[in-house]
């Protein structure tokens, strides 16, 4: 079985930024991906960015040069620095972890960015 934790949502000022943490726990070890998604208010949910085990990171158009993604295998813990937010942001932030071709979904945590 596998948890996936969120936390370092909030709120913010346009502007402003958050670290966003996801740990995975459970029988788990070293994750093939690791990603955030995000979904705002009235739409489907989206691909924020992704990273391999292998440090590989891939983002979406729009967060390119505004977000990082990073990881540490040894903690199975991804991080997702934001920088520059606009309400445009404000949506809840999902983890997703694919191990042994399985997805696993956190509950999700809220970013709320204000003008």
């Known amino acids: 079985q596998v948890q996936v934790v969120e936390s370092g949502g909030g709120s913010v000022q346009a502007g402003g930024s958050l670290r966003l943490s996801c740990v995975a726990s459970?029988?788990?070890?070293?994750?093939?991906?690791m990603a955030w998604y995000r979904q705002a208010p009235e739409k489907q949910r989206e691909l924020v960015a992704s990273i391999t085990s292998g440090a590989t990171a891939n983002y979406a158009n729009s967060m390119k040069g505004r977000f990082i993604i990073s990881r540490d295998n040894a903690r199975n813990t991804a991080y997702l620095q934001m920088n520059s937010l606009t309400p445009e942001d404000t949506a809840v932030y999902y983890c997703?972890?694919?191990?042994?071709?399985?997805?696993?979904w956190g509950k999700g945590t809220q970013v709320t960015v204000s003008s």
């Open positions: 997703n972890v694919f191990i042994r071709s399985n997805n696993y």
């Open positions: 459970g029988s788990i070890f070293n994750p093939t991906v």
